[in-house]
Nanobody, 120 residues
Framework: QVQLVESGGGLVQPGGSLRLSCSAS????????MSWYRQQASGKERELVA?????????NYLDSVKGRFTISRDNAKKTVYLQMNSLKPEDTASYYC????????????WGQGTQVTVSS
């Protein structure tokens, strides 16, 4: 059974930092592109925040987080991270980890999400 478990969310002041982690089990981690999505409580459409490939670690970011967020992965630990710096109130959202199989994009898994709140 595949599980993605996010952690590291919380309440932080504007300008602060958080590091999200997503631990995967039940899959061959090195075969999956890993991504972070977020969804704001206002019902705004879910956004793809960042993606990292399994080999080589190529990354892509949402324009609004470029230069502030960094996605990374440790294939040995089956974990993907999202380092978030210079946080803004508009970064407040539930953050979800996803895994998509590289050779079959229909194989996709989601975590339960972790809440990030940026507020003074």
């Amino acid at each position: 059974q595949v599980q993605l478990v996010e952690s590291g969310g919380g309440l932080v002041q504007p300008g602060g930092s958080l590091r999200l982690s997503c631990s995967a089990s039940g899959l061959i981690f090195s075969g999956y592109d890993m991504s972070w999505y977020r969804q704001q409580a206002s019902g705004k459409e879910r956004e793809l925040v960042a993606t990292i490939t399994p080999i080589g670690g190529a990354t892509n970011y949402l324009d609004s987080v470029k230069g502030r967020f960094t996605i990374s992965r440790d294939n040995a630990k089956k974990t993907v991270y999202l380092q978030m710096n210079s946080l803004k109130p508009e970064d407040t959202a539930s953050y979800y980890c996803t895994a998509v199989l590289k050779w079959d994009r229909n194989v996709e898994y989601w975590g339960q999400g972790t809440q990030v709140t940026v507020s003074s």
